[in-house]
């Protein structure tokens, strides 16, 4: 597996990606009207691009295709996007790009909106939920979690 910067030529991908991931990996925690209004499929490549551009951000490629991708706002420490393709799941793709995620906002806390799917992985790497929350999803709610890594837990 290699990681990489992102370039704007991934975005297409990387949208087909998480739309994918949010409607196999994440169907275990959500139903069918919250995954449909968490990823639509209809996307603006445009809006993508730009804020994948403006943060540091990160493509995981493996057998001649994208398996991955995250990215943060190193000024700030919020992490945004973290997804991996269903087939490539518990191998070390979302724990290679986070690692290097983290990385690059070091001596930040580290803030992130984890999904009910998601929360035990980051939980493992030493973040801690600081509230549930409900968030609404072209009228539908979805429950997520705010989570934090402070700085001194970098590492563990």
């Known amino acids: 597996m290699v990681v990489r910067a992102y370039q ?8 087909e990606l998480f739309y994918e991931t949010v409607h196999t990996v994440n169907a275990q925690d959500y139903t069918r009207a919250q995954l449909d209004a968490w990823a639509t499929g209809e996307v603006d490549l445009k809006a993508w691009d730009a804020s994948l551009r403006a943060h540091y951000s990160l493509v995981a490629e493996a057998d001649g295709l994208l398996v991955g991708f995250g990215d943060i706002d ?42 009910i799917t998601a929360r035990p992985f980051f ?8 509230r549930e929350q409900r ?6 709610w979805l429950t997520n979690f705010v989570m934090e890594k402070t700085p001194c837990a970098f590492g563990a």
């Open 8 to 15: 704007s030529a991934d975005c297409r991908a990387l949208t």
């Open 74 to 115: 190193p000024a700030t420490g919020y992490l945004d996007r973290l997804y991996v393709h269903r087939n490539y799941q518990r191998k070390g793709v979302a724990t290679a790009l986070c690692d290097r995620l983290e990385r690059a906002a070091a001596g930040k806390t580290i803030a992130t909106h984890a999904s």
């Open 135 to 140: 968030v609404e999803r072209r009228g539908v």
């Open 123 to 130: 939980e493992k790497r030493g973040y801690r939920v600081i």
